[in-house]
């Protein structure tokens, strides 16, 4: 059974940094493209960032360029993101998610075949 689970978010004040993780099992996610989305209340899903299943090339939504990184370790089938200079409006469920296709997750171009349960990150001004 394919999964994804999320862990490392909490409690932090504006400024901060915080970095999640998503330990994938049950499948070789190695050749997919690995995501984050997040869903904060009363909004919509919205796109975080992705890379490729080689690690070599990121995307991240305009929200969060330049503040936070993602990244991957195929030996640990772990993905990352590195969240710096966090904001208030950086609160919000943070999902992983894992497709055969990067455009799948920056385009929404049809559904993301797995995701993860997902982690609060709550963002104190």
């Known amino acids: 059974q394919a999964q994804l689970v999320e862990s490392g978010g909490g409690l932090v004040q504006a400024g901060d940094s915080l970095r999640l993780s998503c330990a994938a099992s049950?499948?070789?996610?190695?050749?997919?493209?690995m995501g984050w989305f997040r869903r904060a209340p009363g909004k919509d899903r919205e796109f975080v960032a992705a890379i490729t299943w080689d690690g070599g090339s990121t995307y991240y939504g305009r929200p969060v360029k330049g503040r936070f990184t993602i990244s991957r370790d195929t030996v640990k089938n772990t993905v990352y993101l590195q969240m710096n200079s966090l904001k208030p409006e950086d609160t919000a469920v943070y999902y992983c998610?894992?497709?055969?296709?990067?455009?799948?997750?920056?385009?929404?171009?049809?559904?993301?075949?797995?995701w993860g349960q997902g982690t609060q990150v709550t963002v104190s001004s």
């Open positions: 998610a894992a497709d055969a296709y990067v455009a799948t997750m920056i385009d929404a171009t049809g559904p993301i075949k797995y």
């Open positions: 049950g499948h070789t996610f190695s050749s997919y493209a």
